[in-house]
């Protein structure tokens, strides 16, 4: 065997390559389908390759790819350092470790066949009124984080904390601008990074016969939105998993304060307070019917509360949307699932819509 071909035999042992594609096709039933607008029309599809290199024992690099409503992007382009189970560095391009749908937002990770209303992206309706939701996800950003896992048998912490380039927006816009976030890759806007951490608590041994897992996490981001570092925004959330037998139960929470600015000529309202807040949630269930069926059944809701700007079609400075979804999934085979959901939308201020979501789902 020539030395060559041993580097690349070897070098194919420490590569592992992943990824999926995922074919979405909503159907609205409205009677006034257009003013529901700004969700992705017919079929539209994800994808998303992923390759991890194992360069030595302790150093590891993962790259990531996809294709969706933003185009081709970098979600993923990483190194860890893993320097001992309680202490690794991760620095690169990496996701953002918020909440805990944030490890399970690629489609062929999650059963339902959108994401839930606070971090949902391309499939809100009415996003443009809203701005999207709390953190849509995927949200990967520039920097560095340390993480970690303490604990034994019984109970067992594990912690990140980051410094990250941060969400960008203008003061025009009084908002986070979630294009120009994902989209400006190289550019911190202001040079002011933001800063987060992330823990959460599981108990993988639990005393009831059939509870097979419980884990409690918290999160919390700091940073300035504008260019001039001068309007800040603040999320926090807490999350819950747990599994009973083959039923599994998530549930989350959370909030995003960001400051708008002191300048009355753009709002509708006179300005009492110098924040706008945003608030969501999650409840889902889940589980496998057969060998080749699951099922889903999710709430979920999202709240903004908070001047508007002129021109704003919003009608109330305190607005709710809230929704509730049923799927089933159908396993085809190893590797193929076919996602069918239906999601009711109930808006305070506009008449409530109706969803069909069917999607196909390939992974490898």
Known sequence: MTPTLAIFIGLLGDVNVAG???????????????????TLRGANAETSVKMVVDVSDDVSASVKVCYGCHGFEADMAYVDWSIDD????????????FGEFYLRYDAANHRSATKPLPYEMGRMLR????????????????GIEIFGTLGGETAELSYSAYGVSGLKGNAADGDIDFVRSRREYFVDNNG?????????????????????????????MY???DDDSELAYLLGGIDLYTRFGALNLRGE???????????TNRFQQRLRSLWVQKEG???QLDGPLTKRLEWLARYDGFRRAGALLIGSPLESTDSAITRGTLGVNLVATKGIKLKINYELWMFDDFPEEQLLHSGLVGTF
């Open 223 to 225: 940073g300035f939105y």
């Open 253 to 263: 929470a959370l909030f995003r304060r960001t400051a708008i600015p002191d300048d």
């Open 86 to 97: 309680a202490f690794n560095v991760r620095f690169g391009r990496f996701p953002v470790p």
């Open 281 to 283: 949630f999650y409840i």
């Open 127 to 142: 996003r443009a009124e809203f701005n999207l939701a709390i953190l849509p996800e995927p949200y990967p950003d520039n």
């Open 20 to 38: 999926s594609v995922y074919l979405n096709h909503p159907q609205l039933f409205s009677s006034r389908s257009e003013a529901a607008g700004a």
């Open 192 to 220: 002011s990074p933001a800063v987060g951490a992330r823990v959460a608590i599981a108990f993988p041994e639990l005393p009831i016969e059939g509870w097979r897992w419980l884990s409690i996490g918290a999160s919390a």
